[in-house]
């Protein structure tokens, strides 16, 4: 075990995959000298050289449309989106053309291209460095896509996300970049927890939380808050948010009988309203309580000055942890 | 007709044009080896590239062009029959394909649009098998690695970004092939075309791009798109370019050569302007009489690419009797075959829907699937059910 931060950890693991495979290839803007504008790829060009750590001209459309032409001659190209709210110019070639190639192509030609997105806001950012875009590739069928919410699984999942032979969106909440934790850089591989599956962080019978990424935390600081009060709260970091491990939050659910998911991004179509919907399906007669969903609100993501009222904290979990058990919370009072 | 339009204007390599004429005029600056009149001329510069290619080549040549065609007119034919849901015309633009197509060697990649299927054609792809997409029976009806030619691609100028791509990639394995790109006028305009380019001359890649000006972009003119002669947007780019007659099938290859040769040698991209026309609409779904003038297609009829090879054989002497017949058979053989092929085609099974979302399980999907194939079982016969299903 290391004491690292979570860009380290992913640095690592971006380093284990380039001395792996040599058709592993990263590309990006100032990936390469620079080693990234937070210093995930620092020292990698370095060590492997110009080819396979590509310093590119400014166009995000280009490194990933490029990317599609490099997995089609056999590489498996890892992209650098820099910001979350950059990735849009490049939505066109995510969503019809990485997305559906092996689709299109009936199974002959594999994507095997990681895109990683810095995203999430609490860093006192300008506009279209903070966004949550997540919901707009969950629902793109082809695309894989996880939130790394800790050192360990970011070095292990990125590891995972390039080996798999679908694309794979990989999320890195960027304000958890330099907290630090655990990584067992000997890990094996096959021994790790598959990326699709949702871990367990901590147990509990009242209420289920959810969570990915950035907010992961925030909510195992909520269940330890709520414990105080005597709420015995099970934190579910989902990882994979396509597939969501189903599975796994049902299981909790039918113990617990109440559902509270919590994300950055704002709430209509979110990842939250998918959860809430296919869990009612699977276990209605189990539910005590309709689903909460705590969430950033369906407004841009807001100037830096007024940022923590739009990201959901630890008492607004809370908040929604209350509804969610019937107790006096904010919304008392309110019909529906 | 003036100097320049014969070709004999002298070399095209970087030269920008002039003048306030309508800079998409087909005449200046164009290279040109077969006049529309079926004169075979000389190009000092171009000439060496096609040294090669006698009698026998020119009538293999004339093959392909008569062949691909056919294959248009036929399929033009199954559309309006009902049997394909759509068909995008590529009549006028033969030579511009065969041309460039025939300069490739085997393990050269393409990544096109969905208009080169005379493209395709000349890189074996079998005639039904060009059809099964435009049927609806398949997303892909070839194995890209087969043939080295990706799955043509719909949205406008994406291609050009997976050729570069690539082209990166033979250019990391130290290989001599070169990518190619198709893409028409209308792409020019579109932002992952210029990104393309900007790509490609930062790490001088083995790529070529091959614009197919063809005049139209379904119902915008070219010069809708573009201020200056497409060829020379390359130049902003630090990329040579090329602009050849496009309806001249000699002079298209003398140029996909010389882009080819320059790629291989380690010259990075080149971009062809392959000025052409098409003479049908853009697919068969749109009508042509409501934008154009009935005398721009007569002048370009005049233009025709296949007549003038056909012009030249007759000169030569070459246009026989029983070529001609060799002709007739040819394409009557490929006509009944792709006809055949596609009214034959096999029905896909309703649960291939699912098929190869992913190369792994998904249980999202998986689930979805099982549901879906419960639901069919329930009728007794999943085929009827799935046909009724769509019928509501």
């Known amino acids: 075990m290391t004491q690292m931060t979570f860009a380290r950890a992913i640095n690592s693991g971006l380093r284990k995959s380039l001395e792996d495979d040599p058709k592993v290839i990263l590309m990006g803007e100032d990936i390469g000298t620079l080693g990234g504008v937070f210093r995930v790829t620092d020292g990698l060009q370095k060590d492997f050289g110009k080819h396979r ?42 969503v019809s053309q990485v997305a559906k190639m092996h689709y299109r192509t009936l199974g002959t030609v594999k994507m095997p291209i990681t895109i990683r997105v810095p995203f999430g806001g609490g860093i006192g950012s300008p506009e279209h ?12 069928s082809g695309l894989r896509v996880v939130a790394v919410s800790n050192p360990q699984d970011a070095y292990t999942m990125i590891q995972q996300a390039i080996r798999c032979d679908d694309p794979v969106l990989f999320f890195e909440p960027k304000r958890r970049y330099h907290d630090k934790g655990d990584v067992d850089e000997g890990l094996h591989l096959p021994n790790a927890l598959p990326m699709d599956t949702a871990s367990v962080l901590t147990e509990g019978t009242d209420v289920t939380l959810v969570a990915y990424g950035p907010l992961v935390k925030t909510a195992r600081d909520a269940a330890t808050a709520a414990a105080d009060e005597g709420i015995s709260i099970e934190v579910i970091d ?8 189903y599975a796994t939050v049902e299981k909790s659910v039918r113990k617990t009988g109440r559902l509270v998911i919590t994300h950055e991004a704002g709430q209509s179509g979110g990842l939250g309203a998918e959860v809430a919907a296919s869990i009612t399906e699977r276990c209605f007669y189990h539910l005590e309580a309709a689903p909460v969903r705590v969430t950033g609100f369906d407004v841009p993501y807001p100037y830096s000055k007024v940022e923590m009222h739009h990201l959901p904290g630890l008492d607004r979990i809370l908040d929604g942890v209350d509804r969610a058990l019937g107790q006096p919370n904010s919304l008392s009072g309110l019909e529906g | ?55 026998e080549q020119l009538c293999s040549l004339f093959e392909d062009l008569t062949v691909i065609r056919r294959i248009d007119v036929e399929a033009t034919a199954l559309q309006r029959q009902g049997e394909l849901g759509l068909w995008p015309p590529l009549l006028g633009q033969e030579a511009a394909q065969v041309g460039s197509a025939r300069a490739l060697r085997s393990d050269d990649f393409i990544f ?61 394995d130290g290989a001599d092939s070169v990518a190619v790109t198709y893409f028409g006028d209308g792409a020019t305009s579109e932002g992952d075309v210029n990104e393309a380019m900007v790509f490609a001359a930062s790490f001088q890649v083995p790529v070529v791009f091959f614009c197919s000006n063809n005049h139209w972009a379904i119902s915008e003119p070219v010069r809708l798109q573009s201020h200056v002669q497409l060829a020379d947007r390359a130049a902003g780019f630090g990329i040579p370019n090329l602009r050849v007659d496009g309806n001249d099938v000699l002079a298209v290859m003398a140029a996909t050569r010389v882009a080819l040769d320059r790629a291989r040698h380690g010259g990075g991209p080149t971009f062809i302007e392959a ?66 092929g596609c009214i034959g085609m096999p029905e896909p099974e309703p649960l291939d829907v699912f098929k190869h979302v992913y190369s792994s399980p998904n249980s999202w999907l998986d689930r979805q699937q099982d549901h879906y194939a419960r639901y069919l079982a329930s009728f007794g016969d999943p085929a009827e059910a799935a046909s009724q299903e769509g019928a509501r």
């Open chain 1, 53 to 94: 750590v590509v310093d590119t001209p400014l166009a995000e459309s280009a490194i990933v449309g490029t990317a599609v032409g490099l997995a089609y001659r056999g590489y498996r190209p890892v992209v650098e989106i820099q910001f979350d709210g950059f990735i849009y110019p490049a939505f066109d070639q995510i």
């Open chain 1, 129 to 140: 460095h903070s966004e949550s875009p997540e919901a707009y590739f969950t629902h793109t």
């Open chain 1, 238 to 245: 989902l990882r994979s948010l396509a597939p969501v491990d």
């Open chain 2, 1 to 55: 007709m003036s100097t320049d339009e014969t070709g004999q204007g002298g070399t095209t390599v970087g030269v920008a044009a002039g003048g306030t004429e309508d800079h998409h005029g087909s005449g200046r600056n164009l290279i040109q080896l077969i006049t529309p009149e079926g004169e075979r001329i000389s190009h000092p510069e171009f000439d060496p590239w096609v040294k090669d290619i006698g009698d």
């Open chain 2, 112 to 172: 096109s649009s969905y208009r080169e299927n005379g493209v395709a054609y000349c890189r074996g792809v079998g005639p039904t098998d060009i059809l099964r997409v435009w049927r609806g029976n398949a997303s892909s009806g070839w194995d890209p690695y087969t043939v080295n030619m990706a799955t043509p691609q719909i949205i406008i100028g994406a291609q050009t970004l997976h050729a570069t791509g690539y082209a990166m990639g033979i250019q990391n």
């Open chain 2, 275 to 340: 000025v052409t026309y098409r003479m049908g609409p853009h697919t068969t779904a749109d009508d042509p009489t409501r934008y154009r003038d009935a005398n721009e297609l007569e002048d370009w009829a005049a233009k025709d690419p296949i007549e003038r090879v056909k012009a030249l054989l007759d000169r030569k002497g070459l246009y026989t009797d029983q070529f001609q017949q060799h002709i007739r058979e040819k394409a009557d053989q490929v006509a009944r075959e792709l006809r055949a």
